[in-house]
């Protein structure tokens, strides 16, 4: 008989630490890949159940344990990334990334931010992780996304990647050389760390006052603001566009929010804000920044897309 740990007869999986350290990597890879966090949770349970549904003489027979879970976890990646579109298409208004906060983990199966987990739980924020490359990615083919990150971001050699992705290595290169393309072209010049906070806290400060020519003078021209509620709260179902329209909006929501708070906060890992209510966080707001001036906003209100804010 199997215990909870993988083993017979009661005795402990000698390989159990091992491949749970993996939960990093799988962790991080499949958020990457995904946009979302409660389909990456999903991803890294399915990987171990498989792992854990085969016999120990099979698990054993594994060279790479490792090399073996993320295989089997980019493969749902990709097949969740191949039905995205039609769900997508029944989702209610804009679909945005789930928004990670500093420290993001999951700890006994809810989303917390505390300091006390495995590190192993942690999604690791890094360039690779902020919302505006995030976006770019979902505008990939599966195969591209899937290529480019494992390629690109976790270094896995061209001919690891085609097993994984069911291609030829060139293939697979020329799947990765297409999404360095698109992330060349849609990405703006990276404005310094300062610079950035800088410019998001002066929104802020406009957007409380209803300064509509502060707002204005923070936004591009050709700005654009994109909500996301899913169907579950009240949302823009297009992305406003143009600064003026971006600053009446925005100072036009602050009359419709009675009691809100606004908060400086890291998001994925890039300057941004939580607006509160109560102290229970009803929208995070990523933003695009080139030069002093914001290209883009991403306002995530979907209650789903919000638990990590909203551990306690």
């Not at 962790?27 to 890294?44: F, H, Q, W």
């Not at 006994?108 to 992780?129: K, M, N």
């Not at 509160?276 to 789903?304: C, T």
Request: aromatic letters at 6%.
């Amino acid at each position: 008989m199997t215990n909870a740990s993988g083993s017979d007869h009661g005795e402990p999986d000698p390989g159990l630490r091992a491949i749970m350290s993996e939960r990093h990597q799988l962790i991080n890879l499949s958020y990457r890949l995904l946009g979302s966090l409660t389909e990456a949770e999903d991803v890294v349970q399915e990987t171990y159940t498989r792992w854990y549904a085969m016999s120990a003489q099979q698990r054993e027979a594994i060279d790479s344990p490792g090399g073996w879970l993320t295989t089997v976890a980019s493969r749902i990646c990709l097949d969740l990334l191949g039905s995205a579109r039609a769900r997508r298409e029944r989702y209610v208004g804009e679909w945005v990334p789930e928004p990670l906060p500093a420290g993001t983990e999951w700890i006994s199966g809810r989303w917390g931010g505390g300091t006390t987990a495995d590190p192993a739980d942690r999604v690791t924020l890094d360039e690779s992780i902020n919302m505006a490359f995030l976006v770019v990615l979902d505008l990939m083919t599966p195969a591209e996304r899937v290529a480019f990150i494992l390629h690109d971001v976790f270094r896995y050699s061209f001919d690891e990647v085609a097993a994984i992705v069911g291609r030829t290595p060139p293939a697979c290169r020329q799947l990765a050389s297409s999404a360095r393309r698109r992330i060349r072209t849609s990405q703006s010049a990276a404005a310094p760390a300062a610079l950035r906070a800088d410019t998001v806290r002066a929104f802020k400060q406009a957007w409380e006052a209803k300064d509509i020519d502060a707002l204005i003078g923070l936004l591009a021209p050709d700005a654009t603001a994109t909500g996301d509620g899913g169907g579950l709260v009240p949302a823009a179902l297009r992305p406003v566009e143009g600064a003026e329209r971006i600053a009446h909006f925005f100072a036009g929501r602050m009359d419709a929010m009675p009691g809100v708070t606004l908060l400086e906060s890291a998001v994925n890992g890039q300057p941004g804000l939580v607006a509160q209510v109560d102290e229970v966080s009803m929208s995070v707001l990523a933003f695009d920044i080139e030069g002093d001036r914001i290209k883009r906003i991403w306002a995530v209100l979907n209650p789903d897309k919000l638990r990590p804010w909203r551990a306690g």
